[in-house]
């Protein structure tokens, strides 16, 4: 199985290339299933409904939401009406919505998503180790599951990779996002997990995570606010992670970074092997 996914969209700019990119990155690498994490896709903050609605037709199988998921507050309502939306599992007990869900990939597999926001260097949450076990306890990888797919979305590099080694061979892949910066370290595990501590994000490299420079820097520089963040919004670059699952065994064959155009230097799967 083929599956995508797209680090965090970033302000207009970033998902107007999502919207461009995606159904020809659907078409050219076969894609099986393909998972875009959306909680800045709405000026840098949050997510509306139109925008979750352009990105699932864009080629968006599921949607994650991440730290900002109620920064625009109508997504604590229409956040119920999509099954495609995925909030932090780790949220308390009675929050709207759905933490994990199990949909069906275009090649019929049966792909569990499970999304976490990490706690060292966060606001208080549950924690994430024991929400995940409960999930893929319940949904087990290779009786239930046919992939199992884990955005983890976390500050500390450490408890990224805490998070992949504690996983190894029960999932399918674990990504990081929320730091917005692409991490070399793209790898299957020596149980068959594909593991990437950071997916970095879909947005302008030219700016700071994403933010037109100024602000954030003033604030290094002088220790106040001086103003508020805007995204980004020159030449974008698209930025995931891909992963070619086996069918039988649900683990990881072969993964790699995703990146194409703007700043960075583009890496583009050629593993795929028709």
């Not at 609605?53 to 968006?60: M, Q, R, V």
């Amino acid at each position: 199985m083929r599956l995508l996914f797209l680090g965090d969209v970033m302000g207009v700019a970033g998902r107007e290339k999502v919207y461009e990119m995606l159904p020809k990155l659907r078409d050219l690498y076969k894609l099986d299933f393909v998972i875009v994490n959306g909680e800045n896709s709405a000026g840098g903050f949050g997510i509306t409904e139109e925008i979750a609605l352009d990105l699932y037709d864009a080629g968006a199988d599921v949607i994650t939401m991440g730290d900002h998921c109620w920064d625009k507050k109508e997504a604590l309502i229409f956040c119920e009406k999509y099954d495609y939306l995925v909030r932090p599992v780790n949220f308390v007990a009675g929050t709207p919505g759905r933490g994990t869900g199990l949909y069906t990939a275009k090649n019929g597999a049966m792909v569990l998503v499970v999304h976490a926001l990490g706690r060292v260097f966060m606001p208080p949450r549950d924690c994430p180790f024991i929400a995940i076990e409960n999930q893929i306890e319940q949904c087990p990888l290779g009786q239930v599951a046919d992939a199992i797919f884990i955005d983890f979305h976390a500050e500390a590099t450490s408890e990224k990779m805490a998070m992949g080694k504690f996983l190894d061979g029960r999932v399918s892949a674990v990504v990081g996002t929320h730091t917005h910066v692409p991490t070399g370290d793209a790898h299957i595990q020596k149980n068959g997990t594909a593991y990437m501590t950071d997916a970095g994000m879909c947005g302008d490299y030219d700016s700071i995570i994403g933010s037109v420079s100024d602000e954030p820097l003033n604030r290094f520089l002088y220790g106040r606010r001086m103003g508020g963040f805007k995204p980004a919004e020159g030449a974008v670059t698209i930025s995931g992670f891909a992963v070619d699952i086996d069918d039988k065994t649900g683990l990881a064959k072969h993964c790699s970074p995703l990146r194409i155009g703007g700043m960075l230097q583009d890496q583009v799967p050629d593993f795929w092997g028709d």
